[in-house]
Protein backbone atom coordinates (compact mmCIF):
# COMPACT_ATOMS: atom_id res chain seq x y z
CA UNK A 1 0.00 0.00 0.00
CA UNK A 2 2.80 2.20 -0.29
CA UNK A 3 2.93 5.22 1.91
CA UNK A 4 -0.57 4.09 3.41
CA UNK A 5 -0.40 3.16 7.08
CA UNK A 6 -1.20 -0.58 7.94
CA UNK A 7 -4.98 0.57 9.09
CA UNK A 8 -5.65 1.55 5.41
CA UNK A 9 -3.55 -1.25 4.12
CA UNK A 10 -5.94 -3.66 6.59
CA UNK A 11 -9.39 -1.55 5.51
CA UNK A 12 -8.18 -1.70 1.36
CA UNK A 13 -7.62 -5.90 2.00
CA UNK A 14 -10.41 -6.34 4.09
CA UNK A 15 -12.65 -4.72 0.38
CA UNK A 16 -10.77 -6.86 -1.54
CA UNK A 17 -11.40 -10.45 0.03
CA UNK A 18 -14.89 -9.21 1.31
CA UNK A 19 -16.35 -7.35 -1.57
CA UNK A 20 -14.30 -7.29 -4.80
CA UNK A 21 -13.71 -10.91 -4.91
CA UNK A 22 -16.68 -12.66 -4.01
CA UNK A 23 -18.30 -10.45 -6.41
CA UNK A 24 -16.06 -10.55 -9.87
CA UNK A 25 -13.02 -12.93 -8.54
CA UNK A 26 -14.08 -15.56 -11.36
CA UNK A 27 -14.19 -13.17 -14.07
CA UNK A 28 -11.74 -12.44 -16.55
CA UNK A 29 -10.64 -9.03 -17.10
CA UNK A 30 -11.71 -8.60 -20.84
CA UNK A 31 -15.13 -9.48 -18.97
CA UNK A 32 -14.82 -6.78 -16.34
CA UNK A 33 -17.41 -3.91 -17.81
CA UNK A 34 -19.05 -0.63 -16.77
CA UNK A 35 -21.91 -2.00 -15.99
CA UNK A 36 -20.45 -4.99 -13.50
CA UNK A 37 -18.39 -2.49 -11.63
CA UNK A 38 -21.33 -0.28 -11.23
CA UNK A 39 -23.39 -3.28 -10.22
CA UNK A 40 -20.40 -4.06 -7.39
CA UNK A 41 -20.81 -0.44 -6.41
CA UNK A 42 -24.45 -0.24 -5.70
CA UNK A 43 -24.89 -3.45 -4.18
CA UNK A 44 -22.28 -2.52 -1.61
CA UNK A 45 -23.30 0.40 -0.93
CA UNK A 46 -26.97 -0.91 -0.31
CA UNK A 47 -25.88 -3.65 1.82
CA UNK A 48 -22.99 -2.19 3.88
CA UNK A 49 -23.53 1.75 3.24
CA UNK A 50 -21.72 4.43 1.44
CA UNK A 51 -18.21 4.36 3.31
CA UNK A 52 -17.94 0.46 2.22
CA UNK A 53 -18.86 0.99 -1.01
CA UNK A 54 -16.07 4.28 -1.59
CA UNK A 55 -13.59 2.01 -0.36
CA UNK A 56 -14.47 -0.83 -2.64
CA UNK A 57 -14.60 1.82 -5.31
CA UNK A 58 -10.85 2.90 -4.81
CA UNK A 59 -9.82 -1.00 -4.10
CA UNK A 60 -11.07 -1.46 -7.76
CA UNK A 61 -9.92 1.52 -9.68
CA UNK A 62 -6.01 0.90 -8.39
CA UNK A 63 -6.88 -2.84 -9.59
CA UNK A 64 -7.97 -1.78 -13.40
CA UNK A 65 -5.38 1.10 -13.46
CA UNK A 66 -2.78 -0.91 -12.88
CA UNK A 67 -4.33 -3.39 -15.46
CA UNK A 68 -4.68 -0.76 -17.82
CA UNK A 69 -0.69 0.50 -17.22
CA UNK A 70 0.28 -3.15 -17.82
CA UNK A 71 -1.86 -2.71 -21.11
CA UNK A 72 -3.78 -5.40 -19.50
CA UNK A 73 -7.13 -3.13 -20.32
CA UNK A 74 -7.78 -0.83 -22.75
CA UNK A 75 -9.26 1.67 -20.12
CA UNK A 76 -10.47 1.77 -16.65
CA UNK A 77 -14.11 0.78 -15.87
CA UNK A 78 -13.84 2.38 -12.69
CA UNK A 79 -13.89 6.07 -14.30
CA UNK A 80 -16.89 5.32 -16.10
CA UNK A 81 -19.20 4.22 -13.39
CA UNK A 82 -21.67 6.25 -11.45
CA UNK A 83 -20.56 8.12 -8.66
CA UNK A 84 -21.43 7.46 -5.61
CA UNK A 85 -23.70 10.17 -4.44
CA UNK A 86 -24.55 11.17 -0.77
CA UNK A 87 -26.58 14.55 0.34
CA UNK A 88 -24.18 16.67 3.26
CA UNK A 89 -25.59 16.24 6.61
CA UNK A 90 -24.16 17.82 9.41
CA UNK A 91 -24.24 15.49 12.36
CA UNK A 92 -25.45 15.45 15.92
CA UNK A 93 -23.97 16.87 18.47
CA UNK A 94 -24.76 17.69 22.47
CA UNK A 95 -25.66 20.72 23.62
CA UNK A 96 -24.42 21.76 26.72
CA UNK A 97 -27.28 20.77 29.33
CA UNK A 98 -27.11 17.49 27.81
CA UNK A 99 -23.05 17.21 28.01
CA UNK A 100 -23.98 18.18 31.96
CA UNK A 101 -26.04 15.52 32.28
CA UNK A 102 -24.38 12.81 30.58
CA UNK A 103 -21.22 13.23 32.47
CA UNK A 104 -23.03 12.92 35.65
CA UNK A 105 -24.87 9.97 34.44
CA UNK A 106 -21.61 8.44 33.34
CA UNK A 107 -19.81 9.68 36.40
CA UNK A 108 -22.73 7.10 38.47
CA UNK A 109 -22.54 4.57 36.63
CA UNK A 110 -19.92 1.39 37.53
CA UNK A 111 -19.15 0.13 33.71
CA UNK A 112 -18.39 3.27 32.48
CA UNK A 113 -16.08 3.86 36.10
CA UNK A 114 -14.43 0.58 35.67
CA UNK A 115 -14.01 0.12 32.35
CA UNK A 116 -11.84 3.80 32.73
CA UNK A 117 -14.19 6.02 30.40
CA UNK A 118 -15.20 8.84 32.74
CA UNK A 119 -12.17 10.02 32.90
CA UNK A 120 -11.43 9.12 28.60
CA UNK A 121 -14.94 10.86 27.66
CA UNK A 122 -14.00 14.26 29.77
CA UNK A 123 -10.71 14.16 27.80
CA UNK A 124 -12.61 13.81 24.12
CA UNK A 125 -15.23 16.41 25.53
CA UNK A 126 -12.37 18.58 26.48
CA UNK A 127 -9.99 18.79 23.42
CA UNK A 128 -12.48 16.99 20.75
CA UNK A 129 -9.58 14.63 20.16
CA UNK A 130 -10.31 11.53 18.23
CA UNK A 131 -10.72 8.01 20.20
CA UNK A 132 -7.30 7.02 18.74
CA UNK A 133 -5.82 9.80 19.75
CA UNK A 134 -6.71 9.99 23.42
CA UNK A 135 -5.81 6.92 23.63
CA UNK A 136 -2.14 7.08 22.34
CA UNK A 137 -2.09 10.56 24.90
CA UNK A 138 1.37 10.15 26.80
CA UNK A 139 2.89 11.65 29.72
CA UNK A 140 5.31 12.91 27.60
CA UNK A 141 3.53 14.59 25.63
CA UNK A 142 1.41 16.25 28.88
CA UNK A 143 2.45 19.68 30.40
CA UNK A 144 0.28 19.93 33.27
CA UNK A 145 1.74 23.76 34.05
CA UNK A 146 1.12 25.07 31.06
CA UNK A 147 -2.26 22.95 30.44
CA UNK A 148 -1.64 22.11 27.38
CA UNK A 149 -1.36 18.02 25.28
CA UNK A 150 0.30 17.88 22.41
CA UNK A 151 -1.54 15.01 20.09
CA UNK A 152 1.89 13.02 18.15
CA UNK A 153 0.23 9.65 16.94
CA UNK A 154 -2.76 7.04 17.22
CA UNK A 155 -3.27 4.32 18.52
CA UNK A 156 -3.75 1.37 15.63
CA UNK A 157 -3.94 -2.47 15.41
CA UNK A 158 -1.59 -4.12 12.94
CA UNK A 159 -2.57 -7.86 11.78
CA UNK A 160 -0.24 -10.15 13.73
CA UNK A 161 1.19 -7.64 15.54
CA UNK A 162 -1.46 -6.48 17.83
CA UNK A 163 -1.73 -2.79 19.55
CA UNK A 164 0.83 0.02 18.47
CA UNK A 165 1.12 3.97 18.64
CA UNK A 166 1.80 4.90 14.98
CA UNK A 167 3.71 8.04 15.88
CA UNK A 168 2.13 10.01 12.82
CA UNK A 169 -1.62 11.38 13.13
CA UNK A 170 -4.36 11.19 10.86
CA UNK A 171 -2.62 14.03 8.38
CA UNK A 172 -0.12 16.89 9.14
CA UNK A 173 -2.92 18.64 10.42
CA UNK A 174 -3.26 15.60 12.86
CA UNK A 175 0.03 17.10 14.53
CA UNK A 176 -0.65 19.93 17.04
CA UNK A 177 -1.01 20.88 20.99
CA UNK A 178 -4.01 21.49 22.22
CA UNK A 179 -4.99 24.17 25.31
CA UNK A 180 -7.05 22.32 27.98
CA UNK A 181 -9.87 23.73 30.00
CA UNK A 182 -9.17 23.98 33.96
CA UNK A 183 -11.01 20.68 34.82
CA UNK A 184 -9.39 18.65 32.19
CA UNK A 185 -6.31 19.99 33.84
CA UNK A 186 -7.42 18.99 37.41
CA UNK A 187 -8.25 15.59 35.85
CA UNK A 188 -5.02 15.08 34.57
CA UNK A 189 -3.18 16.40 37.63
CA UNK A 190 -5.20 13.69 40.10
CA UNK A 191 -4.47 10.68 37.05
CA UNK A 192 -0.45 11.85 36.88
CA UNK A 193 -1.04 11.63 41.40
CA UNK A 194 -2.80 7.80 40.75
CA UNK A 195 -1.05 6.88 37.99
CA UNK A 196 0.60 3.41 37.61
CA UNK A 197 3.86 3.10 35.08
CA UNK A 198 3.08 1.38 31.52
CA UNK A 199 5.60 0.78 28.74
CA UNK A 200 4.26 3.38 26.94
CA UNK A 201 3.74 5.97 29.42
CA UNK A 202 0.27 5.88 28.30
CA UNK A 203 -2.05 8.06 30.35
CA UNK A 204 -5.24 6.35 29.30
CA UNK A 205 -4.93 2.39 28.97
CA UNK A 206 -7.23 -0.66 28.75
CA UNK A 207 -8.54 -1.77 32.25
CA UNK A 208 -6.10 -4.63 32.24
CA UNK A 209 -2.91 -1.88 31.82
CA UNK A 210 -2.71 -2.23 27.91
CA UNK A 211 -2.80 0.15 25.12
CA UNK A 212 -6.94 0.45 24.00
CA UNK A 213 -7.56 -0.73 21.67
CA UNK A 214 -10.47 2.27 19.34
CA UNK A 215 -12.67 -0.43 17.85
CA UNK A 216 -13.36 -2.29 21.79
CA UNK A 217 -13.18 0.76 23.10
CA UNK A 218 -15.96 2.33 21.02
CA UNK A 219 -17.96 -0.82 21.36
CA UNK A 220 -17.73 0.17 25.07
CA UNK A 221 -18.86 3.67 24.77
CA UNK A 222 -21.92 1.96 22.62
CA UNK A 223 -23.06 0.12 25.83
CA UNK A 224 -22.45 3.35 28.62
CA UNK A 225 -23.84 5.96 26.42
CA UNK A 226 -27.01 3.57 25.69
CA UNK A 227 -27.28 2.87 29.36
CA UNK A 228 -27.18 6.82 30.06
CA UNK A 229 -29.99 7.06 27.80
CA UNK A 230 -28.16 8.74 24.93
CA UNK A 231 -28.32 5.28 22.37
CA UNK A 232 -27.67 7.82 19.32
CA UNK A 233 -24.00 9.60 20.10
CA UNK A 234 -21.00 8.33 19.09
CA UNK A 235 -17.64 9.49 20.21
CA UNK A 236 -17.85 11.89 17.09
CA UNK A 237 -20.79 13.38 18.56
CA UNK A 238 -18.12 15.21 21.20
CA UNK A 239 -16.00 16.42 18.16
CA UNK A 240 -18.89 17.73 16.46
CA UNK A 241 -19.71 19.78 20.00
CA UNK A 242 -16.19 21.01 20.36
CA UNK A 243 -16.34 22.40 16.72
CA UNK A 244 -20.14 23.49 17.49
CA UNK A 245 -19.46 25.30 21.06
CA UNK A 246 -16.34 27.40 19.10
CA UNK A 247 -18.56 28.54 16.44
CA UNK A 248 -21.13 30.13 18.87
CA UNK A 249 -18.63 31.75 20.95
CA UNK A 250 -17.84 33.50 17.68
CA UNK A 251 -13.94 31.55 17.33
CA UNK A 252 -12.63 30.67 13.65
CA UNK A 253 -13.22 27.61 11.24
CA UNK A 254 -9.80 27.90 10.94
CA UNK A 255 -9.28 27.50 15.16
CA UNK A 256 -12.00 24.97 15.16
CA UNK A 257 -9.84 22.80 12.16
CA UNK A 258 -6.95 23.42 14.08
CA UNK A 259 -8.54 21.95 17.78
CA UNK A 260 -9.66 18.65 15.52
CA UNK A 261 -6.95 18.60 13.09
CA UNK A 262 -8.39 18.66 9.77
CA UNK A 263 -6.04 20.11 7.02
CA UNK A 264 -9.13 21.91 5.17
CA UNK A 265 -11.73 24.43 7.38
CA UNK A 266 -14.23 22.61 4.47
CA UNK A 267 -14.46 19.97 6.43
CA UNK A 268 -14.79 21.23 9.92
CA UNK A 269 -17.55 23.83 8.54
CA UNK A 270 -19.46 21.24 6.47
CA UNK A 271 -19.42 18.03 8.92
CA UNK A 272 -18.49 19.42 12.20
CA UNK A 273 -20.58 22.57 13.07
CA UNK A 274 -23.93 22.33 14.17
CA UNK A 275 -26.60 24.59 12.64
CA UNK A 276 -27.17 27.82 14.22
CA UNK A 277 -29.69 30.92 13.55
CA UNK A 278 -28.63 32.47 10.39
CA UNK A 279 -28.05 36.51 10.54
CA UNK A 280 -27.68 37.06 7.23
CA UNK A 281 -29.77 40.55 7.37
CA UNK A 282 -32.75 39.05 5.16
CA UNK A 283 -35.40 39.47 8.24
CA UNK A 284 -35.00 43.16 8.06
CA UNK A 285 -35.40 43.44 4.29
CA UNK A 286 -38.09 41.04 4.35
CA UNK A 287 -39.90 43.10 5.89
CA UNK A 288 -40.90 44.92 3.30
CA UNK A 289 -43.24 42.17 1.58
CA UNK A 290 -45.83 42.91 4.76
CA UNK A 291 -47.80 45.79 3.20
CA UNK A 292 -49.49 46.83 5.86
CA UNK A 293 -46.10 47.47 8.00
CA UNK A 294 -45.02 50.35 4.90
CA UNK A 295 -47.74 52.88 6.60
CA UNK A 296 -48.91 53.09 3.19
CA UNK A 297 -52.95 53.98 2.92
CA UNK A 298 -55.03 54.34 0.37
Known sequence: ???????????????????????????????????????????????????????????????FGLAVRHDAMVSNPVRDAAPIRVGRKVGSHLELAEVWDLRARLAEDQKAI?????????????????IGETSAITWPAVDL?????????TVIRIPGAGLTIKWKPKSAA????????????????????????????????SPGGFLRDPSNTQADLRQVFRAAGYPHITSHTFR???????????????????????????????????????STGAAWVLEAVDQSQSGDTE
Not at 28 to 41: A, F, K, N, P, Y
Not at 145 to 153: A, N
Not at 174 to 195: D, Q, T, V
Not at 259 to 265: R, T
Open 145 to 153: DTGTVEVRG
Open 240 to 278: RTVATLMDRAGLTARAAADQLGHAQVSMTTDHYYGRRVA
Open 174 to 205: GYRMIELPSWAIGMLKRRHKERNGNEWEAVFT
Open 114 to 130: DWDLVDFVDMMLASGLR
Open 1 to 63: VGERSPGTGRAYRDRLDQQVIPAIGALRLREVTVSTVDHVIKTTRERHGVSVAKLTRTVMSGM
